[in-house]
């Protein structure tokens, strides 16, 4: 196939792959799918740590983010790390990632997790996020946070039967006591004084998590932040019963064959046209005005060579050298390798796609090896 599917096509292209088949993602280019139950365990990426597996719907927050080199960046509820491996990947292992977490257990599995993703430019903090000083000098250059705090759960698919099939699982109070503190450790995300971008994201698909916290965020900053549209080529939005529903990001099983999800995203009003927010955006909304910034585009940054990543359907793996990149699985037009070449196909498809500022990893190396012993010979032969 030629011709560049469009989104409906493409799913129903996602739900006809049989195992041993992979296909390039639909919305994001340096990402492969696979069909639902590929087992990636023990492959040597995945032991070495140089893919992770994650959902596509996870990796939404990272991309909208989308911190440049050298950025300084918060995750302030980071464990147990992949959107953190994530951003680092992103951002090329360059600036720097100031990720806390109050959970010890958490928090320690975040610790390895980095080690083995090779990620050298975090910070790690066992610590409440909400006990940060946001005027703290440390984090004056901070202009990029994500927000992915505790939620109900609601959209993870092994827990639909239990929770979103049954809405009345989910106590009035439990999604207020929840919603209460998302609220919280928003507000005090926003307090920081050089912050120009803060995406806020769940994996919950109740609305008093997600456009419902964002509303009431929105109603107490409005003087400072806008909400930016982000990525306005995801199709699936907000609920539309609430005024900043079609300005935020949802997906789902349903729709995009993935977990259920929220993003939304924040943006500092003063120069807000500007590079220091890259949310891949043309629309900026506030409560009671909705405007266009200039010629409804933002500029490009400079086009860089990007990690290849994998993924199932409902769960994704990321690739790099020595810095796990997060994944999103949905496809492009890639050609479907068969049984016998799939595990050399993975591994090609990878490796030639990977570029870091990390050293190569031993297999890239020994491929490497070979080709150039390989034209040495045939310069002898000439």
Same mark, same amino acid.
């Given at each position: 196939?030629?011709?560049?599917?469009?989104?409906?096509?493409?799913?129903?292209?996602?739900?006809?792959?049989?195992?041993?088949?992979?296909?390039?993602?639909?919305?994001?280019?340096?990402?492969?799918?696979?069909?639902?139950?590929?087992?990636?365990?023990?492959?040597?990426?995945?032991?070495?740590?140089?893919?992770?597996?994650?959902?596509?719907?996870?990796?939404?927050?990272?991309?909208?983010?989308?911190?440049?080199?050298?950025?300084?960046?918060?995750?302030?509820?980071?464990?147990?790390?992949?959107?953190?491996?994530?951003?680092?990947?992103?951002?090329?292992?360059?600036?720097?990632?100031?990720?806390?977490?109050?959970?010890?257990?958490?928090?320690?599995?975040?610790?390895?997790?980095?080690?083995?993703?090779?990620?050298?430019?975090?910070?790690?903090?066992?610590?409440?996020?909400?006990?940060?000083?946001?005027? !703290?000098?440390?984090? &004056?250059? #901070?202009?990029? @946070?994500?927000?992915?705090?505790?939620?109900? $759960?609601?959209?993870?698919?092994? =827990?639909?039967?239990?929770?979103?099939?049954?809405?009345?699982?989910?106590?009035?109070?439990?999604?207020?006591?929840?919603?209460?503190?998302?609220?919280?450790?928003?507000?005090?995300?926003?307090?920081?004084?050089?912050?120009?971008?803060?995406?806020?994201?769940?994996?919950?698909?109740?609305?008093?998590?997600?456009?419902?916290?964002?509303?009431?965020?929105?109603?107490?900053?409005?003087?400072?932040?806008?909400?930016?549209?982000?990525?306005?080529?995801?199709?699936?939005?907000?609920?539309?019963?609430?005024?900043?529903?079609?300005?935020?990001?949802?997906?789902?099983?349903?729709?995009?064959?993935?977990?259920?999800?929220?993003?939304?995203?924040?943006?500092?009003?003063?120069?807000?046209?500007?590079?220091?927010? !890259?949310?891949?955006? &043309?629309? #900026?909304?506030? @409560?009671?005005?909705?405007?266009?910034?200039? $010629?409804?585009?933002?500029?490009? =940054?400079?086009?860089?060579?990007?990690?290849?990543?994998?993924?199932?359907?409902?769960?994704?793996?990321?690739?790099?050298?020595?810095?796990?990149?997060?994944?999103?699985?949905?496809?492009?037009?890639?050609?479907?390798?068969?049984?016998?070449?799939?595990?050399?196909?993975?591994?090609?498809?990878?490796?030639?796609?990977?570029?870091?500022?990390?050293?190569?990893?031993?297999?890239?190396?020994?491929?490497?090896?070979?080709?150039?012993?390989?034209?040495?010979?045939?310069?002898?032969?000439?």
């Amino acid at each position: 196939m030629e011709d560049k599917l469009d989104y409906q096509s493409f799913i129903e292209v996602v739900k006809q792959l049989k195992q041993k088949q992979f296909i390039k993602d639909f919305h994001f280019q340096d990402l492969l799918v696979f069909t639902t139950g590929t087992d990636l365990h023990d492959h040597m990426l995945y032991m070495s740590g140089n893919i992770i597996l994650q959902d596509k719907a996870s990796c939404l927050p990272a991309h909208v983010l989308s911190p440049p080199s050298g950025s300084h960046v918060i995750d302030c509820c980071a464990a147990p790390g992949n959107k953190t491996s994530h951003l680092a990947s992103l951002m090329r292992n360059t600036g720097k990632i100031f990720a806390f977490d109050r959970d010890l257990e958490r928090f320690s599995t975040m610790s390895e997790q980095m080690k083995k993703s090779g990620v050298c430019n975090v910070d790690l903090h066992h610590q409440d996020f909400l006990k940060v000083d946001a005027n !703290n000098p440390k984090y &004056g250059k #901070v202009q990029y @946070i994500l927000v992915d705090p505790s939620c109900s $759960g609601s959209g993870i698919v092994s =827990r639909k039967s239990n929770i979103t099939d049954q809405n009345d699982t989910v106590s009035a109070a439990r999604l207020k006591s929840l919603s209460n503190f998302q609220v919280t450790i928003l507000k005090h995300a926003l307090t920081f004084p050089n912050v120009q971008c803060v995406v806020y994201s769940t994996c919950s698909t109740h609305k008093e998590e997600n456009e419902c916290v964002v509303e009431q965020v929105l109603e107490e900053v409005k003087e400072k932040f806008q909400l930016r549209d982000p990525l306005p080529e995801w199709q699936h939005r907000g609920v539309c019963d609430i005024c900043v529903g079609k300005h935020c990001l949802r997906a789902s099983s349903k729709k995009d064959l993935t977990n259920g999800f929220f993003v939304a995203c924040f943006a500092r009003r003063s120069r807000f046209e500007s590079q220091t927010c !890259n949310a891949n955006t &043309g629309v #900026v909304f506030s @409560i009671g005005a909705l405007e266009h910034d200039g $010629g409804g585009k933002v500029k490009k =940054r400079r086009q860089r060579k990007r990690k290849t990543a994998i993924s199932g359907v409902h769960e994704h793996l990321s690739i790099s050298d020595n810095v796990s990149t997060e994944v999103l699985g949905s496809a492009s037009n890639s050609a479907v390798p068969t049984k016998n070449n799939y595990d050399a196909e993975v591994s090609e498809v990878l490796s030639d796609s990977v570029t870091t500022h990390c050293e190569r990893t031993t297999s890239v190396r020994k491929k490497l090896k070979r080709r150039k012993h390989k034209n040495k010979k045939r310069m002898t032969v000439h």
